[in-house]
């Protein structure tokens, strides 16, 4: 058996032996949501550390546990604390949480995460809706031999943001009154901030918002074929974009600062994909 799959199904063992609970929504909470949990009916909890194998997040901030229970009426799981590649995990390992929650019953997907702003109309707290990505600068998580388990060799990306998904968080916006900007996010690998030259690059290439996670776990997602989506808090402009030094502390205020307003979208936007479900 591919080890890559070995590892996902011992992982898919130890919830089934801990957990009885079948999500149809999974949604990555980045930083900023962390607390978001409170506003959700919780049934269970389980700790990255009791998952034999799995990956556990080191960054500040990050809990690093699976919390399921309902949003509205939607049977979710929510991941409090992601993994990144800039950890020293392999890329297989920085999706596998992706892959487990498909596995888990999750047929959607919702990404969020906090992001460097480059589009000049952004501000910090501003929150962007991810209409498409830009994945060259991050380690593809599909390289290497194929899992037939999970989905094709040549996975088709031309819609990997799902369109209906989209109508339904802009309208949720548009009826609580937050403003959402759209635009393209990419993934660098991190851990350090780009630099203004880097940023200058992706403002070329159209890319409006950049971070350090959530394409890999797209492109996982999709690969085994979940309805996808995402939001992007923008917690600072780029480097470049203003003369201050960048932070991993002022990325957390900003987004801690959004968060009432980015909780409000991701609820009722959820609560309209229930007809997905």
């Known amino acids: 058996m591919n080890p890559v799959y070995e590892k996902l199904m011992r992982c898919y063992e130890c919830y089934k032996e801990k957990i009885d609970f079948e999500p149809k929504a999974a949604v990555v909470l980045g930083s900023g949501l962390g607390n978001y949990a409170r506003t959700v009916d919780i049934k269970a909890e389980l700790p990255y550390n009791e998952i034999e194998g799995f990956p556990v997040s080191t960054v500040p901030g990050h809990a690093g546990r699976f919390i399921f229970g309902y949003i509205d009426t939607v049977p979710v799981v929510l991941m409090q604390g992601r993994v990144h590649y800039y950890e020293g995990y392999p890329i297989t390992d920085v999706v596998l949480p ?3 929650m498909k596995m888990m019953g999750a047929e959607i997907l919702f990404l969020t995460n906090a992001s460097g702003g480059i589009d000049p109309q952004f501000h910090a707290g501003s929150l962007m809706l991810i209409k498409d990505h830009i994945s060259s600068f991050a380690p593809n998580p599909l390289i290497g031999p194929n899992i037939d388990e999970l989905g094709t060799r040549f996975p088709d990306m031309s819609h990997v943001y799902d369109v209906d998904l989209q109508k339904d968080i802009r309208s949720a916006a548009e009826e609580n009154g937050i403003e959402l900007f759209e635009g393209v996010y990419a993934q660098l690998t991190g851990p350090s901030f780009e630099t203004p030259a880097e940023i200058q690059m992706l403002h070329k290439l159209g890319v409006s918002a950049v971070g350090m996670s959530t394409v890999v776990e797209a492109i996982a997602a999709n690969h085994m074929g979940m309805k996808i989506c995402g939001v992007s808090c923008v917690s600072n402009l780029a480097a470049g974009m203003n003369s201050a030094p960048l932070t991993h502390e ?5 987004a801690n600062a959004v968060a009432p307003k980015f909780e ?12 997905y479900l």
């Open 264 to 275: 409000k979208l991701l609820t009722e936007s959820v609560i309209r994909f229930q007809k």
């Open 98 to 100: 992706t892959r487990l």
């Open 250 to 254: 002022e990325v957390q205020e900003a």
